[in-house]
């Protein structure tokens, strides 16, 4: 088998040190075409605790998270770990001596969680889309209880708070798009459907005003040297505007305007 994108999923870790909230990952294995092909869950799994969970040096830390490993029976979500064991810490030291850092733990369930996530459609396209999202986003883990499903898209948000939110997969197209936390992945979606989240800006075409005040607002922040008698005459077009920075203003102007998209066409 070979391995798949990495699953992120949320569960309560019950060991020694008490139960906890734990978000704990494991990889999705690709099995063999003469296997039947496809995706199949496996049992060995990891997660991180932070280090001051155990204490507040890097020694008393350690010692108490080895003697945790050590007593056995813990379990994910009810799911026994067979094998469980400290895997690596890393440890960041502050000027004032202040400890701060994270344990990763590494194991083995006594079974295969089943995939938490019913999707509509082909099992191949799917698990096509989930291998395409996972290799832009470059192996960050998907959070699979997050996965979302729409008519035109798969959605596979990650954990990340800064950089990647996560990935689309377009069903029609079978194009992949990373989103970044710039803003919220329905924002990116909306921008996506009116042909703003493209490389390079396009042309920004006006083709009525409904408010003018509101109009305006928005023009000013999109297009550099716009001005409000540029409106006289329809329509208006504001040349590299209609870019992937100008979704959130382009949002909020709700239907103030009614505009669309021009792109150069590709040569022959």
Known sequence: MRRGPL???FGTLAWAAGPSPVVWGSHLHRRLRREGGGYESTCDVAFETPLDAFGTTVEGALERARKVVEAGGASIDGTPLVELRLATMTADFSRQGAVSGSLRFEGRLAEAPAFPFAFEGPADAFYAALQAASEALRGDGIVAEQIQETPGFWVFPTLAMAGALGAFFDRRTGRTVVMGSSMPIERWLWGYERGLVEEGGGVLVVTEVRDRKRTIEAL????VGFKS???VDLPFRL???ASRTAVSTLHAAGDAFVWHVERPSAPA
């Open 239 to 241: 040349p590299g505007a």
């Open 7 to 9: 699953l992120l999923r």
């Open 220 to 223: 000013r922040w999109l297009g």
């Open 229 to 231: 008698w540029h409106l």
